[in-house]
């Protein structure tokens, strides 16, 4: 079955440190993968997708087929990183396209 | 931008009420979603709906029911409210998923049920 594994509920880091938020799937076919975040009381939004293959807000993440991992990195960590993070796989379902969620990291970057 | 608007931020219910939360979508996006978020337990969808008067069940449809009379509208329905269903809801919406189409998400709905 499909799956994605985010295995730290936690992270915490002190400010300028490197980050990086782990996320795993299981999935034979051809994954589209997404991270999400979602800052202290505001609205979960899109972070980044991998086919952008881009960088936001100093975050990178990049599809390891071999690993069957996305991990969301970040080079050096400021303060108002501190969020819940969400990896999500889209996948084929027959006819359809489902999503299916980590259970997510809450990350905290200390001064 | 997309704008997905949730009728309330908080809704204080008692137990055995029919609840409606509403969420509208600017966009005309085809999908919508409903789902709940605890803690250490992420996003669990709850309903979907690909297009007008379609509904799909999610991952925990139980006491719950979902309205799509219009396009930009999707309501969720708790037919007779009980605690275990104090929660924060969320309601999200996409362009019909064909490749990368991302979810938009409201602010959220923390309903407490009493």
């Known amino acids: 079955a499909q799956r994605v594994t985010q295995p730290e509920k936690l992270l915490s880091v002190f400010k300028g440190a490197p980050v990086e938020l782990k996320c795993n799937y299981s999935y034979s076919g051809s994954p589209e993968l997404f991270w999400y975040v979602q800052y202290s009381r505001q609205r979960l939004q899109l972070l980044l997708r991998h086919i952008s293959r881009e960088s936001i807000k100093g975050f990178t993440a990049d599809l390891n087929k071999g690993e069957t991992s996305f991990h969301l990195k970040k080079p050096f960590a400021q303060e108002e990183d501190s969020a819940m993070y969400y990896c999500?796989?889209?996948?084929?379902?027959?006819?359809?396209?489902?999503?299916?969620w980590g259970l997510g990291t809450s990350l905290a970057v200390n001064p | 931008d997309v704008k997905v608007t949730q009728s309330s931020r908080y809704l204080v219910k008692r137990t055995g009420e029919k609840v409606f939360l509403e969420c509208v979508q600017d966009m005309d996006h085809e999908n919508m979603f409903w789902y709940r978020q605890d803690p250490g337990l992420g996003l669990r969808l709850i309903y979907f709906s690909y297009d007008v008067k379609m509904k799909e069940k999610g991952d925990i449809p139980e006491g719950y029911s979902v309205s799509r009379e219009k396009k930009e509208r999707f309501s969720l329905i708790l037919e007779s409210a009980s605690t275990n269903q104090t929660s924060m809801y969320l309601c999200a919406s996409s362009l019909r998923l064909k490749g990368n189409q991302p979810q938009h998400f409201g602010d959220g709905t923390r309903l407490s049920i009493l």
């Open positions: 999500a796989l889209v996948y084929n379902a027959g006819n359809n396209r489902k999503l299916i």
